[in-house]
């Protein structure tokens, strides 16, 4: 027997980087498939597509959520922030500054990841400690073990907004 696959479309109006977008989609698409293959918005990475590795972490009405577990028609109505969202007019976002200041990156294929997760962080106030920012960023994964610099990272840009002592 052939296998056949039915697929429903539905139109997905959603808030992207401060740009409304309406998108005629497969009801299967992700959310981490729509930015990259339907908006050209490259930033956000495929890792695992099992939202094991953080590496396509994304905001979702302020919120981080690993994008390859999210329908995009989830997202319809709702803001989603990706990485190129956080400098539109090409200054970068203070997180993004520390990290380069800090080396938070090697090979690069987390950062957006870590980064996008390291802003929920700070907008949740949730950067109290060393500890606190290595247990919020547990889900972002990096095999080039840059950890100590993105900690570093996090908690200047935390103390700039006077979080941490």
Same mark, same amino acid.
């Given at each position: ?46 890792? %695992?597509?099992? @939202? ?6 994304? &905001? /979702? =009405?302020? $919120? *981080?959520?690993? !994008? ?41 294929? %987390?950062?957006? @990841? ?6 929920? &962080? /700070? =907008?949740? $106030? *949730?950067?109290? !400690? ?36």
């Amino acid at each position: 027997m052939e296998n056949i696959r039915f697929t429903a479309t539905t139109t997905v109006d959603v808030h992207v980087n401060g740009q409304t977008r309406r998108l005629e989609l497969d009801g299967q698409v992700t959310l981490l498939d729509m930015l990259r293959d339907h908006l050209g918005l490259p930033g956000t990475k495929k890792g %695992c597509d099992q @939202g094991a590795c953080g590496a396509c972490t994304v &905001l /979702l =009405d302020g $919120k *981080r959520v690993v !994008s390859c577990l999210i329908l995009a028609a989830q997202c319809d109505g709702k803001q989603v922030t990706t990485i190129e969202g956080l400098a539109p007019e090409g200054e970068l976002h203070p997180l993004q500054e520390a990290f380069i200041r800090h080396d938070g990156f090697q090979c690069g294929f %987390c950062t957006a @990841g870590q980064i996008m997760s390291a802003v929920a &962080l /700070l =907008d949740e $106030k *949730r950067a109290g !400690s060393d500890a606190e920012i290595g247990e919020f960023m547990s889900g972002n994964l990096c095999r080039c073990g840059a950890y100590p610099n993105i900690v570093a990272a996090i908690r200047e840009t935390a103390r700039q907004d006077g979080e941490l002592r």
